[in-house]
């Protein structure tokens, strides 16, 4: 077996990140997003393209799993992700978003983007993050 570029993986998170990207190679970013989307994990969409970066507001008012949002977030960690402008870009209010938010994604909006930012940048996030 000849392998050109060989990838490796060293935990679940990571792996699950590898088989996301892999599958964009093969097939497109957006049957990875698809992908991501079923097991309601964010997928970073490519750092060149601002297009697929830049989702309007209402596109991700109906998003109920909060996938295109922690997509979109995962592309601006470094800018202020308070709950209040993640509730804006919702279509929410900051009470209803939070409520709907933790209890889809098991998380408190704060939370969730900690935990982004740890894993994007082993724990280093310069953007604000407010509770």
Not at 32 to 46: E, G, I, Q
Not at 57 to 78: C, E, N, Q
Not at 110 to 118: D, V
Request: net charge negative; aromatic share 6%.
């Amino acid at each position: 077996m000849i392998v050109e570029n060989p990838r490796s993986s060293a935990e679940v998170s990571a792996g699950i990140d590898l088989a996301l990207h892999l599958v964009e190679a093969d097939h497109g970013w957006k049957l990875a997003m698809d992908v991501a989307k079923m097991l309601v994990v964010y997928f970073s969409p490519p750092r060149n393209s601002a297009s697929i970066q830049h989702q309007s507001v209402a596109s991700s008012s109906t998003d109920t799993d909060f996938s295109d949002l922690l997509t979109w977030a995962a592309g601006h960690l470094k800018e202020n992700l308070s709950v209040e402008v993640l509730a804006n870009r919702s279509g929410m209010s900051v009470r209803s978003f939070t409520r709907k938010f933790r209890a889809a994604v098991g998380l408190p909006p704060a939370a969730a983007i900690e935990k982004m930012c740890f894993e994007e940048a082993s724990g280093s996030c310069p953007g604000e993050i407010y509770r």
